[in-house]
């Protein structure tokens, strides 16, 4: 007769609702922030990219490289940072979930080789993210190449600003 089957400790109703509420509020103030501050100025800044230098870097540089490398690039940290010690400690415990972690639903424990292939599911599942980065780099750099003359688009766009 094989042994009843493990279940993780779930929260309680009250810990989840308060994670619900918390998940929505802070949903919400990052979307109203990225609308009223980021895209408005990242727009700004698309159009006047050739026309700024940061750090002797120009901006156009700064901007495609920034969209193809650095998003997916910090994306990818920050993956790696928590999914990753997420699968550490998977390893650790040679369990799924690891010892001490609630669940939202009723979640059976898996212990052995099935634990091991999900914690190697979440120590490598920052990697697409940093292929993305790498093709990227390279679709930045087409992009800069592509650019029309710099100092006939300035002109324009500053005489079409002070009108």
């Not at 609702?17 to 009223?36: N, P, Q, S």
Request: a positive charge; hydrophobic letters at 45%.
């Amino acid at each position: 007769m094989s042994p009843e089957p493990e279940f993780a400790q779930k929260y309680t109703t009250a810990e989840r609702f308060r994670t619900l509420i918390v998940g929505i509020t802070l949903g919400a103030l990052i979307i109203v922030l990225g609308k009223l501050y980021v895209f408005p100025w990242l727009a700004e800044f698309a159009v006047s990219a050739p026309c700024h230098k940061l750090f002797g870097i120009d901006g156009v540089s700064i901007f495609w490289y920034g969209i193809f490398v650095g998003i997916p690039a910090s994306i990818s940290v920050l993956v790696a940072t928590l999914l990753g010690w997420r699968g550490y400690k998977i390893i650790r415990d040679d369990q799924f979930p690891p010892a001490g972690e609630r669940v939202y639903r009723p979640t059976r424990i898996r212990r052995g080789k099935a634990a091991r292939l999900i914690a190697y599911a979440h120590l490598t599942a920052f990697l697409p993210l940093l292929v993305l980065s790498i093709w990227g780099n390279y679709q930045a750099q087409e992009m800069i190449t592509n650019i029309p003359d710099k100092a006939k688009l300035c002109t324009t766009t500053m005489s079409s600003k002070n009108k």
